[in-house]
């Protein structure tokens, strides 16, 4: 009850081939290699170091920092103020 013998493999690969077909087996075939060589390609770009990042916008808006929220009086922080 070993492995199967070279007979075995052939039966299995002509009953695959009459289920299937030839020409939906090629396609099948094709779409693997594209879609394999597709994942290598985006792999090898995306080692280059961000070389295919998307690049920053020119006129993104500045980052809000502490003392940005200090300067407008209307906006209310986490804490919670005391009247006096």
């Known amino acids: 009850m070993g492995s199967f013998s070279i007979w075995h493999w ?3 690969l002509l009953v ?3 289920i299937f077909g ?3 087996l090629r396609n099948i075939g094709e779409d693997l290699g594209s879609a394999v060589k597709g994942f290598k ?3 090898k770009s995306g080692s280059d170091g961000d070389a295919g990042a ?3 916008p ?3 808006p ?3 920092t502490a003392t940005a ?3 407008d009086a209307n906006t209310v922080d986490v804490e919670a103020k005391t009247k006096s």
């Open 10 to 12: 052939l039966i299995v």
């Open 16 to 18: 695959i081939v009459l």
């Open 22 to 24: 030839t020409k939906k």
């Open 41 to 43: 390609a985006g792999m």
């Open 54 to 56: 998307a690049p920053a």
């Open 58 to 60: 020119a006129d993104a």
């Open 62 to 64: 500045p980052q809000v």
């Open 69 to 71: 929220k200090k300067a």
